[in-house]
Protein backbone atom coordinates (compact mmCIF):
# COMPACT_ATOMS: atom_id res chain seq x y z
CA UNK A 1 0.00 0.00 0.00
CA UNK A 2 0.97 3.46 -0.90
CA UNK A 3 1.89 5.79 1.99
CA UNK A 4 0.90 8.95 2.45
CA UNK A 5 3.79 11.44 3.65
CA UNK A 6 2.03 12.21 7.18
CA UNK A 7 2.08 8.70 7.63
CA UNK A 8 5.69 7.82 6.69
CA UNK A 9 7.45 9.78 9.71
CA UNK A 10 7.18 7.00 12.03
CA UNK A 11 9.20 4.57 9.66
CA UNK A 12 12.42 6.63 11.04
CA UNK A 13 13.28 5.66 14.69
CA UNK A 14 15.70 8.34 14.77
CA UNK A 15 13.13 11.33 14.73
CA UNK A 16 10.88 10.60 17.25
CA UNK A 17 13.57 11.46 20.34
CA UNK A 18 14.31 14.45 22.40
CA UNK A 19 17.39 17.19 21.67
CA UNK A 20 18.48 19.81 24.47
CA UNK A 21 14.95 19.25 25.91
CA UNK A 22 13.21 19.94 22.35
CA UNK A 23 11.96 17.00 20.18
CA UNK A 24 14.20 16.99 17.30
CA UNK A 25 13.78 18.61 14.38
CA UNK A 26 16.08 17.13 11.38
CA UNK A 27 17.09 19.52 8.73
CA UNK A 28 20.66 18.80 7.73
CA UNK A 29 18.94 16.31 4.94
CA UNK A 30 20.84 17.99 2.07
CA UNK A 31 24.60 16.81 4.12
CA UNK A 32 22.79 13.10 4.90
CA UNK A 33 19.33 11.73 5.14
CA UNK A 34 17.33 9.50 7.85
CA UNK A 35 16.95 6.12 7.34
CA UNK A 36 13.78 4.42 7.57
CA UNK A 37 13.58 0.94 9.84
CA UNK A 38 13.10 -0.72 6.62
CA UNK A 39 16.80 0.07 5.57
CA UNK A 40 17.80 -0.16 8.54
CA UNK A 41 16.42 -3.99 9.17
CA UNK A 42 17.43 -5.07 5.35
CA UNK A 43 21.59 -4.29 6.96
CA UNK A 44 20.36 -6.43 9.93
CA UNK A 45 18.49 -9.10 7.78
CA UNK A 46 21.30 -8.97 5.60
CA UNK A 47 24.09 -9.57 8.58
CA UNK A 48 21.82 -12.51 10.71
CA UNK A 49 21.34 -14.52 7.28
CA UNK A 50 23.05 -13.52 4.36
CA UNK A 51 26.57 -12.05 4.84
CA UNK A 52 29.17 -13.79 2.70
CA UNK A 53 31.33 -12.59 -0.52
CA UNK A 54 29.62 -12.01 -3.26
CA UNK A 55 30.30 -13.55 -7.41
CA UNK A 56 33.06 -15.94 -6.40
CA UNK A 57 30.84 -18.28 -4.12
CA UNK A 58 29.35 -21.39 -5.34
CA UNK A 59 27.40 -21.68 -1.70
CA UNK A 60 24.05 -20.65 -0.79
CA UNK A 61 25.43 -17.80 1.69
CA UNK A 62 26.86 -16.53 -1.45
CA UNK A 63 24.58 -16.74 -4.13
CA UNK A 64 22.17 -14.74 -1.50
CA UNK A 65 24.16 -12.24 -1.20
CA UNK A 66 24.82 -12.16 -4.76
CA UNK A 67 21.79 -11.85 -6.29
CA UNK A 68 20.43 -9.27 -3.13
CA UNK A 69 23.81 -7.09 -4.20
CA UNK A 70 23.35 -7.07 -8.05
CA UNK A 71 19.14 -6.42 -7.65
CA UNK A 72 19.97 -2.50 -6.27
CA UNK A 73 21.34 -2.32 -10.46
CA UNK A 74 18.36 -2.66 -11.32
CA UNK A 75 15.97 -0.70 -8.75
CA UNK A 76 18.55 2.14 -9.92
CA UNK A 77 17.44 1.76 -13.83
CA UNK A 78 14.03 2.25 -12.61
CA UNK A 79 14.98 5.18 -10.17
CA UNK A 80 16.50 7.37 -13.53
CA UNK A 81 15.26 5.37 -16.10
CA UNK A 82 18.50 4.23 -17.48
CA UNK A 83 18.23 2.11 -20.33
CA UNK A 84 20.01 -0.81 -19.03
CA UNK A 85 21.17 -1.97 -15.40
CA UNK A 86 24.40 -2.72 -16.64
CA UNK A 87 25.18 0.83 -17.30
CA UNK A 88 25.19 1.49 -13.13
CA UNK A 89 28.09 1.29 -10.88
CA UNK A 90 28.57 1.19 -7.64
CA UNK A 91 30.60 3.83 -5.90
CA UNK A 92 31.12 5.18 -2.15
CA UNK A 93 29.22 8.89 -3.41
CA UNK A 94 28.99 11.35 -5.55
CA UNK A 95 32.72 12.37 -5.06
CA UNK A 96 33.92 8.80 -6.04
CA UNK A 97 31.84 8.66 -9.22
CA UNK A 98 33.09 12.29 -9.83
CA UNK A 99 36.54 11.27 -9.20
CA UNK A 100 36.17 8.25 -11.78
CA UNK A 101 34.42 10.27 -14.40
CA UNK A 102 37.25 12.95 -14.54
CA UNK A 103 40.43 10.46 -14.02
CA UNK A 104 39.14 7.11 -15.92
CA UNK A 105 37.29 8.82 -18.59
CA UNK A 106 38.46 12.75 -19.18
CA UNK A 107 41.71 12.43 -18.19
CA UNK A 108 42.13 9.89 -20.88
CA UNK A 109 40.45 12.42 -23.76
CA UNK A 110 41.36 16.03 -23.13
CA UNK A 111 44.08 17.89 -24.63
CA UNK A 112 45.84 21.06 -24.30
CA UNK A 113 43.38 23.74 -25.13
CA UNK A 114 40.39 21.64 -24.22
CA UNK A 115 37.40 23.14 -21.98
CA UNK A 116 35.55 21.91 -19.18
CA UNK A 117 32.33 24.23 -18.40
CA UNK A 118 31.36 24.33 -14.58
CA UNK A 119 29.05 26.71 -12.66
CA UNK A 120 30.91 29.02 -9.76
CA UNK A 121 27.81 26.85 -7.52
CA UNK A 122 29.46 23.56 -7.65
CA UNK A 123 30.12 21.82 -4.47
CA UNK A 124 33.80 21.10 -4.21
CA UNK A 125 33.10 17.49 -5.14
CA UNK A 126 32.66 18.83 -8.79
CA UNK A 127 35.35 21.39 -9.20
CA UNK A 128 39.05 19.70 -7.72
CA UNK A 129 38.68 16.88 -9.51
CA UNK A 130 38.30 18.76 -12.69
CA UNK A 131 41.18 21.01 -11.45
CA UNK A 132 43.29 17.96 -11.16
CA UNK A 133 42.39 16.59 -15.20
CA UNK A 134 43.48 20.50 -16.31
CA UNK A 135 46.76 20.28 -14.23
CA UNK A 136 47.07 16.40 -16.01
CA UNK A 137 45.84 17.72 -19.48
CA UNK A 138 46.62 21.28 -20.14
CA UNK A 139 42.64 21.73 -20.04
CA UNK A 140 40.54 24.83 -18.98
CA UNK A 141 37.89 25.81 -16.77
CA UNK A 142 35.29 27.90 -17.52
CA UNK A 143 32.70 28.68 -14.87
CA UNK A 144 29.02 29.55 -15.67
CA UNK A 145 27.21 32.40 -14.10
CA UNK A 146 24.23 32.16 -12.28
CA UNK A 147 21.03 34.28 -12.98
CA UNK A 148 18.56 35.76 -10.01
CA UNK A 149 16.97 32.56 -9.91
CA UNK A 150 19.82 30.98 -8.56
CA UNK A 151 20.22 28.82 -12.16
CA UNK A 152 22.93 28.82 -14.43
CA UNK A 153 21.99 31.53 -17.00
CA UNK A 154 20.83 29.78 -20.33
CA UNK A 155 22.42 32.64 -22.73
CA UNK A 156 26.02 32.78 -20.78
CA UNK A 157 25.76 29.13 -21.41
CA UNK A 158 25.06 29.79 -25.10
CA UNK A 159 28.26 32.32 -24.78
CA UNK A 160 30.72 29.93 -23.07
CA UNK A 161 30.00 26.16 -24.46
CA UNK A 162 31.42 26.20 -28.25
CA UNK A 163 33.41 23.98 -30.08
CA UNK A 164 36.15 23.98 -27.08
CA UNK A 165 34.23 22.67 -25.14
CA UNK A 166 34.68 18.67 -24.35
CA UNK A 167 32.66 18.81 -21.34
CA UNK A 168 30.17 20.21 -19.08
CA UNK A 169 29.50 19.56 -15.09
CA UNK A 170 26.46 20.67 -13.48
CA UNK A 171 24.68 19.98 -10.35
CA UNK A 172 20.97 19.71 -11.35
CA UNK A 173 20.31 20.83 -8.43
CA UNK A 174 22.75 23.69 -6.08
CA UNK A 175 23.30 22.23 -2.42
CA UNK A 176 23.41 25.81 -1.11
CA UNK A 177 20.57 27.24 -3.33
CA UNK A 178 18.56 24.64 -3.81
CA UNK A 179 17.75 26.19 -7.67
CA UNK A 180 17.05 24.00 -10.44
CA UNK A 181 19.29 24.08 -13.55
CA UNK A 182 17.92 24.25 -16.82
CA UNK A 183 19.46 20.30 -17.69
CA UNK A 184 18.17 19.57 -20.85
CA UNK A 185 18.57 22.50 -22.33
CA UNK A 186 21.93 22.50 -21.15
CA UNK A 187 22.90 18.96 -22.26
CA UNK A 188 21.58 20.14 -25.89
CA UNK A 189 24.10 22.79 -25.64
CA UNK A 190 26.78 20.57 -25.09
CA UNK A 191 26.04 17.85 -27.54
CA UNK A 192 25.71 20.68 -30.50
CA UNK A 193 29.10 21.08 -29.64
CA UNK A 194 30.03 17.54 -29.22
CA UNK A 195 30.71 17.55 -25.29
CA UNK A 196 29.85 15.16 -22.50
CA UNK A 197 26.99 16.09 -20.29
CA UNK A 198 27.50 14.98 -16.60
CA UNK A 199 25.14 15.93 -14.01
CA UNK A 200 25.96 16.06 -10.13
CA UNK A 201 22.28 14.91 -8.94
CA UNK A 202 23.71 14.60 -4.95
CA UNK A 203 20.50 16.75 -4.13
CA UNK A 204 18.31 16.50 -7.31
CA UNK A 205 17.93 12.06 -7.43
CA UNK A 206 16.61 12.20 -3.79
CA UNK A 207 14.05 14.24 -3.81
CA UNK A 208 12.49 14.76 -7.84
CA UNK A 209 12.16 12.69 -11.01
CA UNK A 210 15.39 12.15 -12.70
CA UNK A 211 14.96 10.61 -15.87
CA UNK A 212 18.59 10.31 -17.49
CA UNK A 213 16.74 9.40 -20.73
CA UNK A 214 14.18 12.29 -21.26
CA UNK A 215 17.18 14.65 -20.19
CA UNK A 216 19.77 13.27 -22.22
CA UNK A 217 22.68 13.04 -20.74
CA UNK A 218 25.77 10.92 -20.71
CA UNK A 219 26.69 10.79 -16.93
CA UNK A 220 24.98 10.83 -13.61
CA UNK A 221 26.75 10.86 -10.40
CA UNK A 222 24.67 10.75 -6.61
CA UNK A 223 25.27 9.18 -3.10
CA UNK A 224 23.05 6.88 -1.59
CA UNK A 225 23.13 8.01 2.25
CA UNK A 226 21.29 11.43 0.96
CA UNK A 227 18.35 9.48 -0.17
CA UNK A 228 17.32 6.92 2.54
CA UNK A 229 20.39 4.43 1.97
CA UNK A 230 23.69 3.64 4.06
CA UNK A 231 26.98 5.44 4.31
CA UNK A 232 29.32 4.66 2.07
CA UNK A 233 26.88 4.05 -1.02
CA UNK A 234 26.49 6.04 -4.39
CA UNK A 235 25.89 5.43 -7.77
CA UNK A 236 28.13 6.52 -11.20
CA UNK A 237 25.68 5.95 -14.31
CA UNK A 238 26.68 6.71 -17.79
CA UNK A 239 26.14 5.64 -21.25
CA UNK A 240 27.46 2.46 -21.77
CA UNK A 241 29.65 3.46 -25.01
CA UNK A 242 31.28 6.06 -22.44
CA UNK A 243 31.45 3.45 -19.66
CA UNK A 244 33.45 0.96 -22.02
CA UNK A 245 35.92 3.57 -23.10
CA UNK A 246 36.66 4.87 -19.55
CA UNK A 247 39.37 3.54 -17.67
CA UNK A 248 38.89 1.49 -14.22
CA UNK A 249 40.74 3.17 -11.29
CA UNK A 250 40.66 0.18 -8.58
CA UNK A 251 42.88 -2.51 -10.27
CA UNK A 252 42.59 -6.16 -8.37
CA UNK A 253 40.14 -8.86 -7.24
CA UNK A 254 36.61 -8.72 -8.83
CA UNK A 255 37.21 -6.66 -11.53
CA UNK A 256 39.55 -8.95 -13.69
CA UNK A 257 39.09 -11.67 -16.63
CA UNK A 258 42.20 -13.12 -16.42
CA UNK A 259 45.34 -12.15 -15.40
CA UNK A 260 48.94 -13.40 -16.66
CA UNK A 261 52.36 -12.25 -15.35
CA UNK A 262 52.16 -9.25 -17.06
CA UNK A 263 49.22 -8.07 -18.32
CA UNK A 264 45.51 -8.98 -17.40
CA UNK A 265 41.81 -8.52 -19.52
CA UNK A 266 39.22 -6.79 -17.03
CA UNK A 267 35.19 -7.67 -16.90
CA UNK A 268 32.87 -5.92 -18.46
CA UNK A 269 30.99 -3.01 -17.68
CA UNK A 270 30.16 -2.20 -14.69
CA UNK A 271 31.85 -4.59 -12.43
CA UNK A 272 35.54 -3.64 -14.28
CA UNK A 273 35.08 -0.80 -11.94
CA UNK A 274 34.13 -2.79 -8.90
CA UNK A 275 38.15 -3.51 -7.80
CA UNK A 276 38.06 -5.89 -4.09
CA UNK A 277 35.11 -6.46 -1.79
CA UNK A 278 32.80 -3.92 -2.28
CA UNK A 279 30.14 -2.74 0.13
CA UNK A 280 27.72 -5.26 -0.26
CA UNK A 281 25.51 -4.57 2.99
CA UNK A 282 24.72 -0.70 2.06
CA UNK A 283 24.35 -1.59 -1.51
CA UNK A 284 21.54 -4.31 -0.50
CA UNK A 285 20.55 -1.40 2.04
CA UNK A 286 20.67 1.27 -0.72
CA UNK A 287 17.90 -1.15 -2.94
CA UNK A 288 15.64 -1.08 -0.32
CA UNK A 289 15.89 2.98 0.57
CA UNK A 290 15.19 3.06 -3.90
CA UNK A 291 11.96 0.73 -3.28
CA UNK A 292 11.30 2.97 -0.13
CA UNK A 293 11.11 5.86 -2.48
CA UNK A 294 9.86 4.55 -5.25
CA UNK A 295 6.82 3.41 -3.67
CA UNK A 296 5.70 6.72 -2.50
CA UNK A 297 6.70 8.68 -5.50
CA UNK A 298 9.33 10.91 -6.23
CA UNK A 299 6.80 13.15 -7.39
CA UNK A 300 4.86 13.14 -4.22
CA UNK A 301 8.37 13.92 -2.49
CA UNK A 302 8.73 16.83 -4.72
CA UNK A 303 5.40 18.18 -3.96
CA UNK A 304 5.44 17.70 -0.47
CA UNK A 305 8.52 19.56 -0.15
CA UNK A 306 7.58 22.25 -2.72
CA UNK A 307 4.38 22.75 -0.33
CA UNK A 308 6.45 23.32 2.80
CA UNK A 309 9.16 25.70 0.72
CA UNK A 310 5.41 27.94 -0.01
CA UNK A 311 4.74 27.99 3.39
CA UNK A 312 8.37 28.91 4.96
CA UNK A 313 9.68 30.78 2.97
CA UNK A 314 7.32 33.91 3.56
CA UNK A 315 7.51 33.31 7.08
CA UNK A 316 11.21 32.89 7.39
CA UNK A 317 11.56 36.45 5.43
CA UNK A 318 9.13 38.69 7.88
CA UNK A 319 11.87 37.97 10.57
CA UNK A 320 13.57 40.73 11.04
CA UNK A 321 17.17 40.46 9.97
CA UNK A 322 16.67 37.45 7.88
CA UNK A 323 18.69 37.37 5.11
CA UNK A 324 17.77 34.91 2.23
CA UNK A 325 20.38 33.27 -0.32
CA UNK A 326 19.32 32.89 -3.78
CA UNK A 327 15.39 33.27 -5.29
CA UNK A 328 12.60 34.82 -2.88
CA UNK A 329 10.67 32.39 -5.28
CA UNK A 330 9.60 29.41 -2.90
CA UNK A 331 9.84 27.29 -6.81
CA UNK A 332 13.91 28.04 -6.99
CA UNK A 333 13.80 26.37 -3.44
CA UNK A 334 13.95 22.54 -3.65
CA UNK A 335 14.34 21.86 -0.46
CA UNK A 336 17.01 24.26 0.86
CA UNK A 337 16.73 27.21 2.33
CA UNK A 338 20.28 29.13 2.86
CA UNK A 339 20.51 32.32 4.86
CA UNK A 340 21.74 34.37 7.71
CA UNK A 341 20.29 36.25 10.50
CA UNK A 342 22.10 39.73 9.95
CA UNK A 343 24.52 40.54 12.52
CA UNK A 344 25.11 36.72 13.51
CA UNK A 345 27.93 34.08 12.43
CA UNK A 346 26.15 31.31 10.92
CA UNK A 347 27.57 29.15 13.60
CA UNK A 348 26.09 30.89 16.46
CA UNK A 349 22.57 31.00 14.64
CA UNK A 350 22.92 26.99 14.54
CA UNK A 351 24.02 27.07 17.75
CA UNK A 352 20.80 28.50 19.75
CA UNK A 353 18.98 26.64 16.64
CA UNK A 354 20.18 23.10 18.08
CA UNK A 355 19.27 23.97 22.03
CA UNK A 356 15.62 24.13 20.53
CA UNK A 357 15.96 21.07 19.09
CA UNK A 358 16.63 22.28 15.22
CA UNK A 359 19.28 20.66 13.68
CA UNK A 360 20.81 22.70 10.63
CA UNK A 361 24.13 23.28 8.98
CA UNK A 362 26.24 26.35 8.85
CA UNK A 363 29.72 26.58 6.97
CA UNK A 364 30.37 26.97 3.16
CA UNK A 365 28.61 23.86 2.38
CA UNK A 366 31.95 22.50 0.46
CA UNK A 367 31.18 25.41 -2.12
CA UNK A 368 33.62 28.55 -1.23
CA UNK A 369 33.68 29.79 -4.73
CA UNK A 370 29.62 29.94 -4.53
CA UNK A 371 30.21 31.85 -0.60
CA UNK A 372 33.07 34.33 -2.53
CA UNK A 373 30.23 35.19 -4.92
CA UNK A 374 27.47 35.72 -2.25
CA UNK A 375 30.20 37.75 -0.41
CA UNK A 376 30.24 35.71 2.84
CA UNK A 377 32.17 32.89 4.46
CA UNK A 378 29.71 30.92 5.63
CA UNK A 379 25.77 30.72 5.71
CA UNK A 380 23.00 28.79 7.51
CA UNK A 381 21.23 25.89 5.53
CA UNK A 382 18.24 24.47 6.35
CA UNK A 383 17.15 21.50 4.17
CA UNK A 384 13.78 19.37 4.29
CA UNK A 385 13.12 15.72 3.36
CA UNK A 386 10.15 13.89 2.66
CA UNK A 387 9.31 12.82 6.64
CA UNK A 388 9.35 16.74 7.32
CA UNK A 389 6.38 17.94 8.45
CA UNK A 390 4.84 21.25 8.59
CA UNK A 391 5.34 21.24 12.54
CA UNK A 392 9.10 20.82 11.96
CA UNK A 393 8.66 24.52 9.53
CA UNK A 394 6.90 26.18 12.25
CA UNK A 395 9.32 25.10 14.65
CA UNK A 396 12.09 26.64 12.56
CA UNK A 397 10.50 29.95 12.11
CA UNK A 398 10.02 29.74 15.89
CA UNK A 399 13.45 28.97 16.93
CA UNK A 400 14.86 31.65 14.42
CA UNK A 401 12.73 34.16 16.17
CA UNK A 402 14.38 33.01 19.78
CA UNK A 403 17.48 33.00 18.24
CA UNK A 404 17.15 37.14 17.38
CA UNK A 405 16.11 37.71 20.78
CA UNK A 406 18.77 36.00 22.31
CA UNK A 407 21.29 38.32 20.64
CA UNK A 408 19.51 41.24 20.89
N1 LIG B 1 27.53 17.31 -4.86
C1 LIG B 1 26.57 17.92 -4.16
C2 LIG B 1 25.66 18.89 -4.87
C3 LIG B 1 26.40 17.63 -2.82
O1 LIG B 1 25.45 18.23 -2.11
C4 LIG B 1 27.27 16.70 -2.19
C5 LIG B 1 27.14 16.35 -0.72
N2 LIG B 1 27.10 17.46 0.13
C6 LIG B 1 28.26 16.09 -2.98
C7 LIG B 1 28.34 16.42 -4.29
C8 LIG B 1 29.22 15.08 -2.40
O2 LIG B 1 28.55 13.93 -1.99
P1 LIG B 1 29.31 12.81 -1.14
O3 LIG B 1 29.94 13.51 0.01
O4 LIG B 1 28.21 11.89 -0.73
O5 LIG B 1 30.30 12.16 -2.05
Not at 151 to 179: C, F, M, R, W, Y
Amino acid sequence: MVKKISELRADFPILDQTVNGEPLVYLDNAASSQKPKQVIQKLVDYYEHDNANVHRGVHTLSQRATQAYEATRDKVKRLINAPSEREVVYTKGTTEAINWIARGYAQKILKPGDEIVLSYAEHHSNIVPWQQVCEQTGAKLVYLDLNKRGQVELADAKQKIGQKTKLVSLAQVSNVLGALNPIKEIAELAHANQAIMVVDGAQSVPHMPVDVQALDIDFLAFSGHKMLGPTGTGILWGKRELLELMSPLDFGGEMIDFVELDHSTFKEVPWKFEGGTQNIAGVIGLGEAIDYLLSIGLDQIQAHEQALMADVLPKLQQIEGFELYGSPDPKDHLGIISFNLAGLHPHDTATVLDMEGVAVRAGHHCAQPMMRKLGVPATARASFYLYNTQEDADKLVDALQKTREFFK
